[in-house]
């Protein structure tokens, strides 16, 4: 880890998106020390450089370990960026293929699995700086755009727009968000006044 620069600087940057975006997260070791969301994100980061490495076997046996002791099952072939929130990790899915950009949030609960037995690329693509809310679930080779965010409890099954907001079973985009990326704001609410601008836009 020490002698590899892309690791040390996604576990710097993570540290400070878990000190910037999660209010219990009072001081930086704090993560480090007490937030399995930071602790299962690194020790995937492990895994998955000794995926690429080669040592699947090892990697997936860490894999294992990781879903056994922190209840967050990431799969080390899966691709995620730096400055990654992972809030609280409870039950947090990530497939094989799947792909997350930098700068996202995903809540506890969150799945981003396949739709079946199919082989090769197969699961979700998610955009920089994307909120995904808790219990939601993104199924198959699809795009959530950046800035994008999903509601909690949302099943998504198709494409959605950068800058948009997806809500519901199955997933409807409802509005669009603000310039700011979701994920940074940690905003989940969806008050009146926001479909209300949201609807204008659409018109």
């Given at each position: 880890m ?46 998955n ?16 370990r ?9 799969h ?9 929130l ?10 094989e293929?799947a ?11 969150v799945?981003?699995?396949g ?22 679930t ?11 965010m ?7 099954l ?7 907001m997806?809500?519901?079973n199955?997933?409807?985009v ?8 979701p994920?940074?704001?940690?905003k989940?609410?969806?008050r ?9 836009r659409l018109r």
């Amino acid at each position: 880890m020490l002698n590899n620069k892309d690791i040390c600087r996604s576990i710097r940057l993570d540290a400070q998106a878990f000190k910037d975006r999660d209010p219990a997260c009072a001081q930086y070791s704090w993560a480090l020390l007490y937030l399995k969301g930071y602790q299962s994100l690194q020790s995937y980061r492990i895994a998955n450089i000794l995926w690429n490495q080669g040592r699947k076997v090892l990697a997936l046996a860490l894999q294992s370990r990781i879903s056994e002791v922190f209840a967050v099952d990431i799969h080390p072939a899966a691709k995620i960026g730096e400055g990654i929130l992972l809030d609280h990790g409870t039950g947090l899915v990530i497939g094989e293929t799947a792909v997350v950009g930098n700068w996202v949030s995903l809540m506890q609960g969150v799945t981003l699995g396949g739709t079946g037995k199919e082989h090769g690329d197969r699961h979700p693509k998610i955009g920089q700086g994307a909120l995904i809310g808790a219990s939601a679930t993104i199924l198959g080779n699809i795009n959530v755009g950046e800035g994008a965010m999903i509601a909690a409890g949302s099943l998504v099954l198709k494409d959605v727009p950068p800058h948009s907001m997806a809500v519901g079973n199955p997933a409807k985009v409802v509005g669009y968000t603000e310039k700011e990326d979701p994920s940074l704001t940690m905003k989940h609410d969806a008050r009146r006044d926001y479909f209300e601008h949201a609807a204008i836009r659409l018109r």
